[in-house]
């Protein structure tokens, strides 16, 4: 494969992924081990819809973020791991014991009946068996699905039998800063509601020694002392599952986006060299968590992919200060550092003493994902942290892309702050007008779509193909649509402008408002609750729920009632779904045919009432009024 070193590189090599897109990737993937080749590049068709890359070509992705390395670098560090409390001992496991740990741990799950296709649910926390974890998967063909460890077991037990997992691992607890949280509890809570679940296998972490339910509960470190170290690499055919990760929808349950083995091994090791220029033996860091797309293909398969050296970190950056992010790029002499608008922004809250306090002269190279990064956050990661040297690589991309999609190439793209930037080569964004027509001039402005295939996209929704096809290739025919808005200017660089659809993204973290109304009016005194984002500093957007109950609660008694909702929602979605703001109202502002209007909605939570716009078609417009009266600033 070309790395693409200067402006010139890219734009022949962006020329060349649009006209002659299969060579292209051809010549990319010759780079990786096969156990057969391909016998066509592409199949695809967006109506359908239906994407296939690499037909016929058969691999084992772990073949080639491990088996492949060995020769040069069994003793490098493949994972530095970072636990959750500084003064203990940081691990640095090498490619060579990494390997070891992920055959041990498929000879485990084998051992446990695990096959090729079946769905593994792994709701675990940041430590280093979980990434052996989804290898191990990988490496005999089963087909992970990582559960955020922050979710609920309401939550887990949708994702368990959306699946149909039969198996779950998991750990006793996982520490978070000061806290532990009680894992395995929230899987006994869960597993009530999964009849299919045989088994649970159990690493220790926090010593806490929660009850073992016998003949389906074992500890994972007895399991794995029955088993050797020699598993051969099953062969997946390209298009196999490779895993199936959960994203909130706008309407309905979240939808389990299936990603497939070739394609996304191709390109979140294509992306990651690219976008950040990772050379040999640099630190690279990225600091979502696993259970997140980002901690899936920046974390753990493109990077190792790569043969780098990723750090994994278990800890959260405000515990035990706020120096924690600066303290550990210190200790480890990181190179690239990755992370979210949401962390830049309270990181930046926090007095500059614990950046100044440490060396952070390794640092090369700074990547943001997640939402838009606003300027102000962006020109303060470039100049405290990056000390005006670093580039910030702003990604934007998604679950179903799978990888990054625009984004800035380090060193050779020229910055526009808050932007970010220019289609990565292979891929083909568009921006269509509000009439769906493609608006081919610059600047523009409107809905962020794709023409072409690129060989990371999700294939389908596990379980509902149709979904798949109406949520993401039925507002515009014969393009995938983002859900995202856009900018873009006059020398073709984007700024996206957040989501057009009803999701909001809360800390980075994508949020259906349906998925919470439904939440809010499980409470037992809730009839009735609409949800919508407003900025918020820190968290990017705030969740503001409106609620309407079975009678108005009395002043007094309302904030108790609000805290009893929070916890409903923390208990049904996670304690990330949880409302900033919860106002009582009587009723909502709803059309003659019953819709709610959100954009009002929208308008008060933002603040701005001055002018809401057209009403005349509410079915009662005194309950605008009454809201505007009552909205909670
Ligand atoms: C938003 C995370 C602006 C966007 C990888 C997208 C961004 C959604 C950026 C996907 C960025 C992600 N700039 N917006 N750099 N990165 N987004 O599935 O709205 O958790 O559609 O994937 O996050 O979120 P997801």
């Known amino acids: 494969m070309k790395i693409i070193q200067s402006l010139t590189d890219y734009h022949n090599e962006y020329r060349r992924s649009v006209e002659q897109p299969e060579i292209f990737w051809a010549d990319i993937a010759g780079d990786f081990v096969w156990k057969t080749k391909w016998s066509k590049v592409l199949e695809w068709d967006f109506h359908k819809p239906e994407v296939k890359w690499f037909i016929d070509a058969k691999l084992n992705i772990t073949e080639n973020c491990l088996d492949r390395h060995l020769p040069q670098r069994a003793n490098q560090t493949a994972i530095i791991w970072e636990p959750n409390n500084p003064r203990d001992e940081a691990r640095h496991i090498t490619y060579a014991e990494l390997h070891r740990e992920v055959c041990r741990v498929a000879n485990m799950l084998k051992a446990h009946g695990v096959k090729k296709g079946d769905r593994v649910c792994i709701y675990m926390p940041m430590i280093p068996e979980t990434a052996y974890a989804m290898l191990a998967c990988a490496r005999i063909g089963a087909v992970h699905s990582v559960v955020f460890a922050g979710f609920s077991a309401g939550s887990l037990t949708d994702r368990i039998n959306d699946a149909g997992c039969n198996i779950v691992l998991t750990a006793d607890g996982a520490y978070r800063g000061d806290k532990i949280i009680n894992l395995k509890g929230i899987v006994d809570e869960a597993l009530q509601k999964c009849p299919d679940v045989k088994t649970v296998l159990m690493a220790e972490r926090t010593g806490t020694k929660p009850p073992m339910q016998a003949g389906r509960d074992y500890y994972w470190n007895d399991e794995l002392k029955k088993v050797n170290e020699i598993c051969p690499a099953e062969e997946t055919d390209a298009e196999d599952l490779l895993f199936i990760l959960y994203t909130s929808g706008s309407t309905g349950k979240p939808k389990g986006m299936v990603h497939t083995c070739a394609g996304y091994m191709v390109y979140t090791n294509y992306t990651f060299r690219t976008a950040f220029q990772y050379r040999e033996g640099e630190v690279y860091w990225c600091t979502a968590d696993?259970?997140?797309?980002?901690?899936?293909?920046?974390?753990?398969?493109?990077?190792?992919?790569?043969?780098?050296?990723?750090?994994?970190?278990?800890?959260?950056?405000?515990?035990?200060?706020?120096?924690?992010?600066?303290?550990?790029?210190?200790?480890?002499?990181?190179?690239?550092?990755?992370?979210?608008?949401?962390?830049?922004?309270?990181?930046?809250?926090?007095?500059?003493?614990?950046?100044?306090?440490?060396?952070?002269?390794?640092?090369?190279?700074?990547?943001?994902?997640?939402?838009?990064?606003?300027?102000?956050?962006?020109?303060?990661?470039?100049?405290?942290?990056?000390?005006?040297?670093?580039?910030?690589?702003?990604?934007?991309?998604?679950?179903?892309?799978?990888?990054?999609?625009?984004?800035?190439?380090?060193?050779?793209?020229?910055?526009?702050?808050?932007?970010?930037?220019?289609?990565?080569?292979?891929?083909?964004?568009?921006?269509?007008?509000?009439?769906?027509?493609?608006?081919?001039?610059?600047?523009?402005?409107?809905?962020?779509?794709?023409?072409?295939?690129?060989?990371?996209?999700?294939?389908?929704?596990?379980?509902?193909?149709?979904?798949?096809?109406?949520?993401?290739?039925?507002?515009?025919?014969?393009?995938?649509?983002?859900?995202?808005?856009?900018?873009?200017?006059?020398?073709?660089?984007?700024?996206?402008t957040g989501r057009v659809d009803d999701i909001i993204i809360v800390s980075g973290h994508n949020l259906g408002t349906a998925e919470i109304e439904s939440a809010i009016t499980e409470h037992s005194s809730v009839c009735e609750a609409a949800v919508v984002g407003y900025p918020h500093d820190i968290k990017g957007q705030g969740i503001y729920a409106f609620v309407v109950g079975y009678t108005m609660p009395p002043e007094l008694e309302q904030e108790k009632l609000r805290q009893e909702i929070r916890d409903t929602v923390a208990r049904i979605i996670g304690p990330i779904a949880k409302p900033d703001k919860i106002q009582f109202v009587s009723g909502l502002p709803k059309t003659r045919s019953g819709k709610i209007m959100r954009r009002i909605l929208r308008k008060v939570a933002e603040g701005d009432t001055s002018n809401l716009g057209d009403t005349t078609t509410l079915l009662d417009p005194n309950v605008v009024e009454e809201i505007k009266r009552g909205a909670i600033g």
């Open 290 to 496: 696993v259970g997140w797309i980002t901690g899936h293909s920046y974390i753990i398969y493109g990077p190792l992919s790569a043969g780098a050296t990723t750090l994994m970190f278990e800890g959260v950056p405000s515990w035990p200060d706020w120096g924690r992010f600066w303290q550990v790029v210190e200790r480890h002499r990181v190179n690239i550092f990755y992370t979210a608008p949401t962390a830049i922004r309270s990181l930046q809250q926090a007095p500059l003493e614990f950046v100044r306090r440490h060396d952070l002269s390794s640092l090369r190279v700074l990547g943001s994902v997640g939402e838009p990064i606003n300027e102000e956050a962006w020109q303060w990661y470039h100049k405290n942290i990056g000390k005006g040297k670093c580039p910030v690589v702003d990604t934007w991309w998604q679950t179903e892309t799978g990888g990054f999609m625009i984004s800035p190439i380090s060193d050779v793209l020229p910055l526009k702050p808050a932007h970010a930037g220019l289609p990565l080569p292979g891929v083909q964004p568009a921006v269509m007008d509000e009439q769906g027509k493609e608006i081919t001039t610059s600047p523009a402005e409107g809905r962020l779509v794709i023409k072409y295939p690129w060989p990371s996209m999700a294939r389908t929704i596990y379980g509902n193909h149709q979904r798949f096809k109406e949520t993401y290739f039925s507002t515009f025919p014969g393009y995938y649509f983002t859900g995202d808005g856009c900018r873009r200017d006059s020398d073709g660089y984007y700024r996206i």
